[in-house]
């Protein structure tokens, strides 16, 4: 048995200015900081042998501050951008709302939420999944198989991916799954690296 526990990065600068980030490089606010240290007490007591992280600053100074919360010894941690946020293409950078008033709002709801329609220039989470799944299966999930508990800290969609998988959730109902800041999702992992129940942080 182990445990695998998802945690999307505190609250980042673009997240507070409502602006579509992806793999813009943006760090965390004070608010975000504030989220990473509540995450960390959360975390208090549990033992994570290794923990994984992408390629993104707002994702590696979340999991920075978790760690050093926790008190936790010195482990492993991987970056990759394999677990970095989808790419939202022609819309980086750009207001959500100042988007959907010239996009329309179902136009937007769209690119941010479905499972396989692109914005312009960009990935939908379904291209996202078929990176960041083959990351799992290689890296992650023979940890897993080895009794290792595993923490990742990553971004809204690329833990959706994630998430599709590990409950068994379907392209239909994928749209309606929020993953938020900071609030660790934990998973309870048998030998052949299935989820057996998992609990979301109060």
């Not at 673009?14 to 943006?26: I, S, Y």
């Not at 993104?56 to 978790?66: G, K, N, P, V, Y």
């Not at 329309?104 to 990176?131: C, F, I, N």
Request: proline share 5%; glycine share 8%; with cysteine.
């Amino acid at each position: 048995m182990a445990n695998l526990v998802l945690l999307r990065h505190g609250q980042s600068q673009w997240n507070l200015e409502n602006r579509f980030t992806g793999w813009v490089d943006v760090p965390i606010t004070p608010k975000g900081e504030e989220e990473a240290h509540a995450a960390g007490v959360a975390l208090k007591g549990q033992k994570f042998s290794v923990a994984f992280t992408s390629a993104l600053l707002r994702a590696q100074q979340t999991l920075d501050i978790i760690l050093k919360e926790m008190g936790s010894p010195a482990i492993p941690v991987f970056k990759d951008k394999a677990l970095n946020e989808r790419h939202y293409g022609d819309l980086q950078g750009l207001n959500k709302a100042e988007t959907a008033k010239k996009y329309g709002d179902e136009q937007v709801h769209l690119w941010r939420r479905s499972y396989d329609v692109r914005p312009p220039g960009g990935e939908s989470l379904k291209d996202t999944a078929e990176r960041v799944m083959p990351y799992y299966h290689a890296k992650i999930l023979p940890m897993i198989k080895e009794g290792k508990n595993v923490l990742v800290c990553a971004h809204g969609n690329s833990l959706r991916a994630l998430v599709m998988e590990l409950e068994g959730i379907g392209p239909e109902a994928i749209p309606s799954v929020n993953i938020d800041t900071c609030r660790p999702l934990s998973y309870e992992m048998d030998a052949n690296g299935r989820a057996l129940n998992h609990a979301l942080a109060a």
